[in-house]
């Protein structure tokens, strides 16, 4: 939280004072960690997005009420079972139980990924996909997607699609590193505005272009670090790659696995709009 602003941190200790962290097992998402991803979602994408946007909990009641689904039972009997059956559950509360001023889809996505990154999962959704899924699930509409069970379904239907939905778009966070060559690298590199200068003396700079100036910016060629060179055909040592990587902030920690890097991954796009804000949920 140190990259929010004083005011920001100041209404965001109020309402974690006025409510309740619940369940104290940290393995589950707890009620101050979805107070934390509102407020990180908020400082993240005002200006960018959201503009001046609404924002602030409506009810902290129903923040509690999200939480609990994790733990429903039936006569002693567990309704959820599965990760992603508890998945669903938390993400349907979130976005239908409007806890909050505005904002109510967004925390409940950044959740989710939450908490398939705990398990080594991301979404392979685009934007486009997610909005809907958004969309569909807080006005009820989940039975217009062709897989909805539209056979007497349970009073439970839209959890258990959404369960099946999110296991199905679900994929394993790739942390492997790959034989490449420095051509190909630069060429994943570029399209995160970061590129090779020209060699010199067995070395190469690695240099981000970046907008410098709140007003009147302007794109700045920045440099992030220098590794060894050996040839644009050769193949790039793995301890460079994992030296850019880390310098550059492309690694999975930082959201971008090796599927996204070297562009395997099909659908990319909502896991590098969220991967900041994940990125400070994860080490709140």
């Known amino acids: 939280m140190d990259?929010?602003?004083?005011?920001?941190?100041?209404?965001?200790?109020?309402?974690?004072?006025?409510?309740?962290?619940?369940?104290?097992?940290?393995?589950?998402?707890?009620?101050?960690?979805?107070?934390?991803?509102?407020?990180i979602l908020h400082d993240y994408f005002v200006g960018k997005e959201l503009g001046g946007s609404l924002f602030g909990i409506k009810d902290g009641n129903m923040i509690h009420s999200a939480v609990l689904r994790q733990f429903s039972e039936f006569g002693g009997v567990k309704k959820y079972n599965t990760e992603y059956e508890k998945f669903a559950t938390?993400?349907?509360?979130?976005?239908?139980?409007?806890?909050?001023?505005?904002?109510n889809k967004r925390t409940a996505l950044l959740i989710l990924l939450l908490c398939l990154d705990k398990i080594n999962k991301t979404l392979e959704l685009?934007?486009?996909?997610?909005?809907?899924?958004?969309?569909?699930?807080?006005?009820?509409?989940?039975?217009?997607?062709?897989?909805?069970?539209?056979?007497?379904?349970?009073?439970?239907?839209?959890?258990?699609?959404?369960?099946?939905?999110?296991?199905k778009f679900?994929?394993?966070?790739?942390?492997?590193e790959y034989i490449i060559s420095y051509r190909k690298l630069e060429k994943a590199l570029i399209s995160f505005d970061i590129y090779f200068d020209k060699p010199k003396k067995g070395k190469i700079s690695v240099?981000?272009?970046?907008?410098?100036?709140?007003?009147?910016?302007?794109?700045?060629?920045?440099?992030?670090?220098?590794?060894?060179f050996k040839g644009w055909d050769k193949d790039v040592p793995k301890d460079v790659i994992k030296q850019i990587r880390k310098k550059c902030k492309l690694r999975p920690e930082d959201g971008i696995d090796s599927k996204i890097l070297y562009r395997k991954a099909s659908v990319v796009d909502i896991i590098a709009k969220y991967r900041v804000p994940l990125r400070r949920l994860r080490d709140r």
């Open 170 to 176: 679900a994929r394993t966070i790739d942390k492997k």
């Open 90 to 103: 938390l993400y349907y509360g979130l976005n239908k139980d409007h806890a909050f001023v505005d904002g």
């Open 126 to 167: 685009s934007n486009k996909e997610v909005e809907v899924l958004a969309v569909r699930t807080a006005s009820g509409e989940l039975n217009l997607y062709d897989q909805y069970p539209d056979d007497k379904p349970s009073p439970d239907a839209d959890v258990e699609f959404l369960a099946y939905y999110i296991h």
């Open 207 to 228: 240099r981000k272009v970046v907008i410098e100036g709140i007003i009147f910016g302007k794109k700045v060629n920045k440099l992030i670090t220098k590794v060894i």
């Open 3 to 39: 990259k929010m602003s004083p005011s920001l941190k100041r209404e965001l200790k109020f309402y974690k004072n006025q409510i309740s962290d619940f369940p104290s097992d940290k393995t589950y998402v707890t009620t101050h960690a979805v107070i934390d991803a509102h407020f």
